[in-house]
């Protein structure tokens, strides 16, 4: 009896007290530079699994205004960087991250000191009104 009462508390306390959603992103899908889908609009909880089918590339968090390349560790607070991924070799590595807060985050990758990027390979987290995903995609293709 008493061991049980200890078994229920210890599944109680490993149990997340929310479950938030996942968001599925696929990376480099049908060889393009390209993140799919490109906006996203995740809730603090919220995980984001990004699945890298082709290439070698990043996800990688950078600035609204000057995207290309992201910076190493990703461009925070409450960004990221899943580093290089490589699905050259028959897998399909995933990386998921959590949400922590709900401002805008703008991803791109590092790949090729942002050339990558530059070619369009971007994705908005929580774009707003006045910073839209269509503006971080010019900047990017700008800079
Ligand atoms: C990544 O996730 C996809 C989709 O769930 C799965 O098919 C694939 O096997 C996963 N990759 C690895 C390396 O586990
Ligand atoms: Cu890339």
Redesign the pocket.
């Known amino acids: 009896m008493r061991f049980t009462s200890l078994a229920t508390v210890v599944a109680v306390a490993a149990a997340p007290l929310v479950q938030g959603a996942n968001w ?1 992103v696929s990376v480099g899908a049908g060889n393009a530079f390209a993140f799919s889908p490109t906006t996203i609009t995740p809730a603090v909880g919220d995980t984001v ?1 990004f ?1 890298f089918l082709t290439r070698i590339h990043s996800a990688t968090t950078t600035t609204f205004t000057s995207p290309c390349p992201p910076p190493v560790g990703g461009v925070g607070p409450g960004g990221f960087d899943t580093d290089f991924q490589d699905a050259t070799t028959g ?4 990386v998921t991250i959590t949400i922590t807060d709900t401002n805008p985050h703008w991803v791109s990758c590092r790949q090729a000191a942002g050339a990558h990027c530059r070619a369009g390979m971007t994705m908005a987290i929580n774009p707003t009104a006045a910073q839209t995903y269509e503006q971080f995609l010019a900047n990017a293709k700008a800079s």
């Open positions: 599925a699994t699945t897998t399909t590595p995933n």
